[in-house]
């Protein structure tokens, strides 16, 4: 009885903040769009069996039909993926740095990663603003100590987004691998050593793979949110920065077209959802293989 | 005052359902004197519950999506429109609206043209759509005499090439750009048909390159702070810049002009969401914004024309005396207004934008 309760608690989790949210807007996406409240048709009103039959796949072909949303699906994945790298380049030796910390100091440099946390992360995705304008912090500085004589224009392209995304993300990515790094047994890595590795051969082949499950978590955190961000590059971003949260949010608002901006979202689930299935299968493939 | 109104908020949040003598109002941020709400609550012995909003787009999602809770919202004369059609609002019961001779008959004609006999809303402010120019720059590149008010100033590409370095915003509204730039090349501002509306592409794509940005309120800032030349952006946000201008004190002169060649007129129309749950104080408070020594203290506040033709003798020289405000005779004739889109042509217009910004 008490199993049975344990075992369902996630279940009842599941079912409560992911797939029926999930069937409500799928069934949405299945809709057309009407001015009425709410803007689509049909609804429960219809009666069950009306409102099924009345369901078609119409928005979903219209997404194959304008290059607008391919280009920007795959605008979202190049931006999300090179920020993850960037943010994974970043992060890797900061957590590194903090594993090999002496004992007393880990939890004061743990804080200082957190501690951004504290302030509203639209407020510190406007500060960037402040830093990156052409009358800017940066440009003002660089100016200052004379490497550039015109200001560099940073804010509104896909460089700030990109430092946005890296600033924003960066603490998802650290914790997870600060926390493989410090279970990490030193004496493996001396070990290594004494069997004649460098120690940049024994960080390749020892710490690395070690790390491999925080590396893989951080990478994860950064890269699913980045996909769908919608804030960093409609501040920071130009208007030539393509990127599906900014489609979903022009569908939803200013077409009203809740239906194909539902259809929107369930193909970015998607997208997210099949990659992470398949990469997680392959894993339990490998670890019965290891049995 | 804030701390108060914040708490009511939060009240209001908590109470959820309560059938207590309230009205729940959501207007637009920054866009009232808040002590005319004490006023209220004391006059009436009502309690007002004030909640705000930052777009049209986010007010129309909350009332299409139903059950929003409020008892009066202020949107936009297109946007009413529609949500009119779409059953979003109730009529109005004049009986409950005493104060409504004082509203201005030449704006009530205006309206009319969206909201037939004025049967659903009640003008709350107007203005326009123009020219924000940082006077002393544009002078600096493209030469003294230039024309601040005129479209050319935004629309002819060599203009805008000169101007590029200097910097200047775009409203990021089609719905706003694609009238302004079909009305440069002489077509109806209003036009709905796709093969009209295809015309403003090359006009607007023409000059997207040197524009720095495409953004519906951070012209202010950056006017106000000499960033940036020229905004093409709405009369009230401009005044404000002007006015933070002026009160820093930092060289910066910034004057707004309607467009000579007409521009684009909008209304914030007040009006009672059908499933209001507190109607008759819904009523109450109307006929408290139509008393016109509270009309003109809301616009005497917040520097924007107002449709209360009884409330002009109240208003401060500053406003009733600014033609940016309160345009003269010639300059009212020439003004338009615009209906809002169907459907299929929204989409039309927001992929054509999305295509003139970003390229695709």
Redesign the interface.
Known sequence: MKRAFLIAVPYVWLLALFLIPFAVVFKISLSD?E?????YTPTMKDGLWTMLSQLDFENFIFLTQ???YW??YLSSLQIALISTVLTLMVGYPMAYAMARAPEQWRPTLLMLVILPFWTSFLIRVYAWIGIL???GFLNQFLLWIGIIDTPLTVL?TNTAVYIGIVYTYLPFMILPIYSALDRLDGSLIEAAEDLGCSRLKAFWLVTIPLSKNGIIAGCFLVFIPALGEFVIPSLLG?????MIGK?LF?E??????WPVASAVAVILLLILIVPIVLFQRNEQKQAEAEK | MKKMMLSTVALGALAGAAIADEVRVYNWSDYIDEDLLTKFEEETGIDLIYDVYD?N??L??K????GSGYDVVVPSNDFLQ?QI????YQKLDASKLPNKVNMWDTIEARTSAFDPDNAYSINYMWGTTGIGANVLKVEEFLGPDTPLDSLDLIFNPENMEKLQDCGVHFLDA?TEMIPAALQYIGQDPNSQDPDVLAMAEPILAGV?PY????HSSEYINALA?G?ICVAFGFSGDILQARDRAAEAENGVEIVYNPVSEGSLMWFDQMAIPADAPNVDNAHAFLNFMMDAQNMAAASNYVYYANGNLASQEFLVEDVIGDPAIYPNGATLEKLYTKSPYP?KV??TV??MW?KI????
């Open positions: 769009i001015l009425a409240i709410p803007p304008d290059d607008l280009k920007a304008s052409n009358e509104n130009g208007s030539g920065t393509l489609v022009e939803f608002f200013s077409n009203r077209d | 777009s787009e986010v129309e999602t009332m299409l999506a139903g529609r059609s779409a059953g979003v089609p997207a524009v720095q940005k495409f702070n960033d459907a929204q989409r927001t992929r999305t910004k970003s390229g695709t």
